[in-house]
């Protein structure tokens, strides 16, 4: 009970912005951009299962870009891009980018990787103690060996994805050497460290929460029997940080909301731990020796702007900063135009990984709208 009385003051911090926003879409007099947008269908793409290195089932999703008619198999793809959905969502937070990109990259081989992560979507539960960033890096990795083999790749992560590319970073540096196969990485409302030192993360360093874990793992039927009030608690939080202040699409939210109802609550509360005490920091210099892009919302409240700006910062001059006006945490379905340009910029500019320079003081591009 303690527990759940420290998850009810975290979520009264973001009470009022989800209250502003219910209120919004109940009176705003002017039609969804979004609407009828199926965001389930990424999940009719060529499926795969990957295994993970301790043996969880993860679900894969495979697009290869090229000339209509022209049969997937037959296809030498130039180059990979691997999607890592962010905490508590799945690969369909990605939908935007997947379709807008197939028809910009129409005229080339390039094929697309969607996962989810262990314990959410329709990937296999996380064990408790698997649900670390470092595990989340290997998931990676173990994706990687079994859906591209071959060929120079792409990462592009969200949240708590891109951490997982740094965890990847930091167990697997090679992989970003002049001779390895990463050759450009994006980094989207994330954060190498800090999360509990400013914004909504503030409250993930409650001690309470720390007696909600426990109840977890030692006490999983209780907390089962009283999952309506934990999701009361905690969805605020996280549906609150999705979005800017002025952003208008039901349905945009509707497909959010749903994507965290339906993950586990087991699989939330595990991974908070692991967000309270990240910082792979150490990652970042791995990361630089290939070109980058960072992309921020300045009204994200998860991962504020400052820290991409801080990660811009230890990245090489081949890096981007581009920073999205009026965006929440999820940024990539709010500005999808944004982000997708972002990627098209990094594949443009991706390359065989190179020593890394010295370093540099930080640019910004600013993007309005």
């Avoid at 009828?36 to 793409?45: E, L, N, P, R, S």
């Avoid at 997947?98 to 262990?118: N, Y």
């Avoid at 967000?275 to 791995?286: G, I, Y």
């Amino acid at each position: 009970m303690a527990g759940v009385t420290g998850v009810a003051a975290l979520g009264a911090v973001a009470a009022g912005g989800v209250a502003r926003n219910v209120a919004r879409r109940r009176t705003a007099n002017r039609a969804d951009p979004f609407a009828g947008v199926d965001f389930t269908t990424i999940y009719d793409d060529t499926a795969s299962t990957v295994t993970t290195d301790d043996g969880i089932d993860l679900a894969v999703r495979t697009v290869i870009t090229g000339p209509a008619g022209a049969d997937p198999d037959e296809i030498d793809p130039e180059l990979t891009v691997i999607f890592v959905h962010g905490f508590s969502l799945r690969m369909a937070s990605w939908h935007f980018q997947r379709h807008e990109l197939a028809q910009r990259w129409a005229d080339r081989s390039i094929r697309m990787v969607f996962f989810d992560h262990r314990g959410h979507g329709r990937s296999g539960p996380a064990p408790a103690e698997t649900c670390t960033i470092t595990r989340l890096g290997d998931d990676i990795g173990a994706v990687i060996r079994a859906a591209a083999p071959t060929g120079p790749l792409v990462l592009v992560g969200h949240s708590m994805g891109g951490m997982a590319l740094m965890g990847l970073a930091r167990r697997d540096p090679a992989l970003f050497a002049p001779d390895g196969r990463a050759s450009g990485v994006a980094l989207v409302a994330t954060a190498s460290r800090g999360l509990t030192e400013a914004g909504l993360g503030e409250g993930l360093s409650n001690p309470l929460l720390d007696a909600f874990r426990l109840s977890v793992r030692h006490v999983p039927a209780l907390v089962r029997a009283g999952r309506g009030i934990t999701r009361q608690v905690l969805e605020p939080v996280l549906v609150a940080a999705s979005f800017g202040p002025d952003f208008y699409s039901p349905n945009v939210g509707r497909a959010v909301e749903k994507m965290i109802q339906n993950t586990p609550i087991e699989t939330i509360v595990n991974f908070l731990h692991a967000l309270e005490n990240h910082d792979e920091s150490m990652a970042l210099p791995v990361l630089a020796r290939v070109p980058s892009v960072v992309v921020c919302g300045n009204a994200d409240r998860l991962t504020p702007l400052p820290r991409s700006m801080r990660m811009y910062g230890e990245l090489r001059e081949d890096s981007r900063l581009v920073v999205v006006e009026g965006a929440g945490h999820m940024v990539q379905m709010e500005r999808p135009d944004v982000v997708t340009q972002a990627i098209v910029d990094l594949v443009d500019r991706a390359r065989t990984a190179t020593p890394q320079p010295r370093r540099r003081r930080w640019w910004r591009r600013r993007v309005s709208g």
